[in-house]
């Protein structure tokens, strides 16, 4: 153990000195010729023809920045993204445009809107929208997502989870909030008219909800642009992290959602069905994603949407042949695509994992991803399958609040300091004991809900099981007034 930490370290040291000696040999350049000649131009006209839109923030180019006086870089859109975020780049600054061949400020950058994504990103606080999707219901989404926000919000992140399962809201009921004062509903119909009206609080301290519609079957699909300005106005909100719990299926309801988030991750169980339906849905997320980059291209656009390309169930030609028959007729739209597939990388979790050898599906799909779809699927890790969760369901709490020290709790929390908050082996340690101190106490003064004296959800203990004109699954009851609602 000391000397894997050892050995870490010393790899970790190395790589900052590689990291120093890099961006000290690239400033003395910039000084020297203005800019690297190694930069690679890139024709801004080009990418318009090619029909580049949404993927842009990926194909942008790194850029070189100054900021009072220094110059640094070469910098990812990513990095940037993070340098701003951390306020260390701000829309003043100067950016290399290699187009007029002279330093501009951030505002007047041609792609600024792809690294300031609502315009003054900079003043505000960092954050990071996460969806979470899946092809199959059932898998865990919600339960994960709820989980998560708890997690997060324990260790001092201010989180707001949305339910955006437009079909069949169900996260409110979750956090055992059973009939939601505002729902995604009243923003939709204009009833409220900020979108931070409708954030609820719930039990847990810093985690905030945006209930989702329930029973509203015409919010089920909001046009394309509807759902971007949804996005847009989230973005808004103060938080550090906004999560979103998407439906099941693959419609473009679910899919825009994914796509417009900042992260996706993508939850499966390790049956076949699942594991099936999981590498179909990053499948026609990837479609998507390059038909909406290239949409303005007809030629591309006629390869993307080919029969053979978009058939459901197992793939007839695999991306490198994509790229070819694009390059074929369009070399630079393939040199685009190249780089929306590099940066196109969905994240995969594997819930209810009951043996060793269930891991192995995880590291399928990766393959699978990587051989078929040229794109990287990073996985992040499993959760067990654990009795827990369900009664954790029952009592309509979270499962990371039911019980801190049940496996799936424990999967979860190495998953959160890992992975989403990237702490090292050392730190991840000690943020997992916080963590389980935090939920301890917070579990101590966790409301019990007793559905009996509360608004019931649909039981088939209810007197009216069976012959109920509103039974409609899970949500609260709507006709509680009839008592008496539940048999003895
Ligand atoms: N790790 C797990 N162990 C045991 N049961 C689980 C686990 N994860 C989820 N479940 C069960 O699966 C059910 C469905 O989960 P849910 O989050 O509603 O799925 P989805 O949102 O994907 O439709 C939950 O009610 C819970 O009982
Ligand atoms: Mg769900």
């Known amino acids: 153990m000391l000397l894997g930490c050892g050995f870490v370290r010393v790899m970790f040291f190395y790589v900052l000195i590689l990291r120093f000696i890099f961006i000290v040999r690239t400033a003395k350049q910039i000084s020297t010729t203005g800019v690297s000649s190694s930069c690679a131009r890139r024709d801004w006209q080009h990418c318009i023809s090619t029909g580049v839109n ?62 300031f994504p609502s315009g003054d990103a900079a003043e505000q606080r960092p954050k990071r929208v996460i969806a979470v999707g899946g092809g199959k219901g059932g898998v865990g989404k919600t339960v994960f997502t709820s989980s998560l926000g708890v997690g997060l919000a324990s260790l001092g992140k201010d989180v707001v989870m949305v339910d955006a399962d437009l079909g069949g809201a ?216 654990d009795q827990n969760v369900r009664s954790a369901v029952r009592e309509l709490k979270p499962f990371l609040l039911q019980n801190p020290l049940s496996s799936a709790s424990q999967d979860l929390a190495k998953l959160i300091s890992v992975k989403i908050l990237g702490q090292s082996t050392i730190n991840s340690f000690f943020e997992k004991r916080k963590l389980r101190k935090q939920l301890m106490e917070q579990r101590a003064e966790y409301p019990e809900i007793s559905l009996h004296q509360q608004a019931p959800i649909c039981s088939i203990k209810c007197f009216y099981w069976g012959d109920c004109d509103y039974q409609n699954g899970g949500h609260p009851c709507s006709v509680r007034h009839l008592e008496p609602i539940f048999k003895q």
């Open 170 to 385: 169900n996260l409110h009921t979750v956090m055992g909030i059973l009939e939601p004062k505002y729902t995604f509903f009243d923003f939709y119909t204009m009833a409220v008219e900020d979108i931070k009206d409708i954030v609820l609080p719930t039990p847990v301290e810093r985690l905030k909800l945006i209930s989702g519609a329930c029973g509203t079957l015409g919010l089920a699909n909001p046009k394309y642009q509807q759902k971007l300005k949804f996005i847009r106005q989230l973005r808004t909100i103060e938080a550090d992290f906004i999560l979103l719990d998407l439906g099941a299926g693959s419609s473009f309801n679910v899919i825009d959602f994914f796509l417009a988030a900042d992260d996706g991750i993508v939850v499966t169980n390790p049956e076949p069905m699942a594991i099936q339906e999981c590498f179909n849905f990053i499948k026609i997320c990837l479609l998507r994603r390059l038909q909406l980059a290239f949409r303005s291209n007809e030629r591309v656009m006629a390869i993307l949407e080919s029969d053979e390309l978009n058939r459901p169930g197992r793939i007839h030609i695999p991306m490198t042949e994509v790229l070819k028959k694009v390059g074929e007729i369009d070399p630079g739209a393939a040199g685009m695509m190249e780089e929306v597939l590099a940066a196109h990388r969905p994240k995969l979790i594997l819930n209810m994992v009951m043996e060793k050898d269930d891991i192995k599906e995880g590291i399928a799909i990766q393959a699978a991803a990587a051989e078929l779809l040229s794109i990287e699927v990073e996985y992040l890790g499993f959760i067990t399958y």
């Open 54 to 115: 949404m993927a842009r923030i990926a194909s942008m180019d790194n850029v070189f920045v100054r900021v009072k006086e220094k110059q640094y870089g070469p910098f990812s859109p990513r990095e940037l993204r993070a340098m701003i975020d951390k306020g260390k780049f701000g829309k003043n600054d100067l950016i290399w445009s290699e187009e007029q061949d002279q330093w501009i400020t951030a505002t007047d950058f041609n792609a600024r809107r792809y690294i």
